[in-house]
């Protein structure tokens, strides 16, 4: 069976990701290429793969007959230009979250993947993580009665970029952060969001004040979904203490955790004693370590068999289209609609 041909456009932490992923585990699939626009920077990407190919721009991809897809992992804003013009070329795509910067950058990547009958698959993990699988199936057996809420945290332990400042340009942790909790209630409810109502705050992040106000490093969701049903979400950068995912969903008769409960458990975690009762996740690249390689697996599979991708462009607009609200109910204080 011939192999599918990968090239990964972006080679930072998400990126090398893929990239080893596509080199050493992911069958009937081979990494050809990689696109970076430091040169430096994608010579030694290259050599780490051993991998000889390399552009600088995503456009001469296009043209390259040895790749069959791309992996999109740029910051948030190309993501719209390469995902078209891939798909125009008859490129599929993963594509990393967030999906684009708006709703409507979604509709066009959407549409061009299918006028030109590519796979569009959206990079959200957790949808992969054998643990989240589990806990899907649990929840569809019924075993903790009608789904009532969601409730789901990712708080990273880094402090921000200095270009996450500005929430023109990436939209704020909503986005680069909570989009996968966004996507979490989603599946887990089975529904789509009615209103959210969100709060932030900027409490680690000072240097960001002067220049850009309106950012927030601490944020809280509440939301009502077209079902009945409701969720929380809180999300926060440069915590300090470790990489914190969690997620409950509360049933009529139960709740499933997902993340680690202890009975009679106290736990305090600081930066400097990282005190506490077992060993804490220092980073999602170890935590989803093996949902990333499930997901480039997934990819490759919708490819060679004509599979919708489990992750769809339309699970990436939906999730983009919250973070729209969600960043308009923190500027105006209210309820709003999605």
């Known amino acids: 069976m011939k192999k599918t041909g990968i090239c990964v456009i972006g080679s930072g932490r ?3 990701i893929h990239a080893e992923n596509f080199v050493k585990n992911v069958p009937h699939a ?12 994608a010579k030694d990407a290259c050599a780490s793969l051993g991998i000889d190919t390399y552009y600088l721009d995503y456009k001469q991809v296009l043209e390259d007959k040895n790749v069959d897809a791309v992996v999109i992992v740029t910051p948030t804003k190309f993501h719209v230009d390469i995902a078209v013009d891939s798909a125009k070329a ?3 795509i993963l594509c990393e979250k967030p999906m684009a910067m708006t709703a409507e950058e979604c509709q066009k990547m959407n549409a061009a993947a299918k006028e030109h009958k590519v796979i569009l698959q959206i990079g959200f993990m957790r949808r ?3 643990g989240f699988v589990q806990a899907k199936e649990i929840v569809d057996s019924g075993a903790i009665g009608d789904v009532v809420m969601v409730r789901s945290n990712t708080r990273g332990p880094s ?3 200095p270009w996450m400042y500005d929430l023109k340009k990436s939209n704020g942790p909503l986005a680069e952060v909570n989009s996968h909790d966004i996507d979490t209630l989603r599946w887990f409810t089975g529904s789509e969001f009615k209103t959210v109502y969100a709060i932030g705050g900027n409490f680690r992040s000072p240097q960001a004040t002067k220049d850009f106000p309106d950012f927030y490093d601490n944020v809280i969701v509440s939301a ?3 079902n009945g049903m409701q969720g929380m979400i809180d999300g926060a950068q440069g915590v300090g203490y ?3 995912s969690r997620v409950e969903v509360l049933g009529t008769k139960g709740c499933v955790f997902i993340g680690r409960i202890n009975d009679n458990a106290v736990l305090t975690c600081t930066a400097d004693t990282k005190h506490g009762n077992y060993p804490l ?3 999602w690249t170890k935590l989803f370590k093996e949902a990333y390689l499930a997901e480039d697996i997934a990819f490759t599979d919708s490819i060679l068999n004509g599979k919708p991708p489990r992750a769809s462009g339309h699970d990436g607009e939906m999730a983009v289209r919250v973070v729209a609200a969600g960043n308009l109910s923190i500027a105006e204080k209210r309820i709003v609609e999605v």
């Open 90 to 92: 008859g490129k599929h």
């Open 30 to 41: 081979k990494l050809v290429a990689l696109v970076d626009p430091v040169e430096q920077t």
């Open 14 to 16: 998400a990126g090398m």
């Open 242 to 244: 470790a990489y914190d």
């Open 159 to 161: 402090i921000p970029q």
């Open 281 to 283: 996740v220092s980073s």
């Open 224 to 226: 009502s979904f077209a």
């Open 128 to 130: 992969f993580d054998a």
